[in-house]
């Protein structure tokens, strides 16, 4: 177990990540959307995709059996268009009670959001459908980080988060080192916040990467995920004054997820 010093103890005895796909972009359903988009790389979700963040909101809490107190984001905007609808549909009356507080839907206010360019999307043109014309040329993509925090709510925006990743990655990126830079920013957010929860919104790659490295026997399956499907992580958190230690993350339940599946390899 890793040792890490806090300034204030806290008495939390697990840590739950959940690691999640955005959901439909608009551009699987309007295959004519990136021909007149100015940011065909960057698509919102589609009006189905709004309304699947929304349920998945609504619904979310009593799924999981846990709250979240914290939303880091990619910011790539079908990310970020999943974060606000599951915002409104944690906040919504008409969520199912919360098996956590006994109450139904949860104060928007009470979970922070931030931006993370560590979640981003696999940098490269397998990945992206639609690069810019200097693809290498990180001031092309346009994401400017002020302008995407102004589309969250100012009571759930955290502006004291200390990115782990403050660029975009290198264009051409392979997947062993998205594998990592996933990985690196999963375990640096959730040791940032070891006494907090955390809901990290993505891209199926790295919802494929916490699955497939936390699943035993890995290698044996292909792993296919939903809009919006979801890996939860679990790991002990155990306190000793100022002193914390925490445990490796294992992968919750059947094959803890929901809306992911992993199937068998066909032998060769």
């Not at 799924?63 to 609808?85: E, K, N, W, Y």
């Not at 999963?186 to 919802?207: F, M």
Request: net charge negative; proline share 9%; aromatic share 6%.
């Amino acid at each position: 177990m890793a040792t890490m010093r806090l300034e204030q103890p806290h008495h939390h005895c697990q840590q739950y990540v959940v690691v999640m796909r955005h959901g439909d972009r608009l551009d699987s359903v309007d295959r004519s959307w990136p021909s007149t988009a100015p940011r065909p790389w960057d698509p919102p979700l589609a009006e189905v995709g709004q309304a699947r963040a929304l349920e998945m909101g609504k619904h979310l809490p009593s799924r999981l059996g846990f709250p979240i107190h914290r939303v880091v984001v990619s910011p790539f905007r079908r990310c970020v268009d999943t974060a606000l609808g599951l915002i409104a549909g944690l906040s919504a009356p008409d969520a199912e009670p919360n098996v956590v507080t006994g109450g139904s839907g949860v104060d928007p206010s009470k979970v922070k959001v931030s931006i993370e360019y560590g979640l981003g999307e696999l940098f490269n043109d397998m990945a992206i459908r639609h690069p810019p014309p200097s693809p290498a040329d990180h001031a092309d993509w346009g994401f400017n980080i002020p302008e995407i925090e102004a589309l969250i709510p100012l009571d759930t925006l955290d502006h004291t988060v200390k990115p782990v990743f403050n660029e975009l990655p290198h264009w051409g990126e392979t997947e062993p080192k998205a594998r990592d830079r996933y990985l690196h920013t999963i375990h640096s957010l959730a040791d940032s916040y070891p006494s907090e929860n955390l809901l990290l919104i993505t891209h199926g790659e790295a919802v494929k990467v916490a699955v497939s490295t936390h699943l035993e026997d890995a290698a044996r399956f292909r792993i296919r995920m939903d809009y919006c499907g979801y890996a939860q992580l679990r790991r002990q958190v155990l306190q000793d004054g100022d002193a914390l230690e925490v445990g490796e993350f294992e992968l919750l339940g059947n094959h803890g997820q929901t809306g992911i599946r992993c199937l068998p390899r066909m032998p060769m």
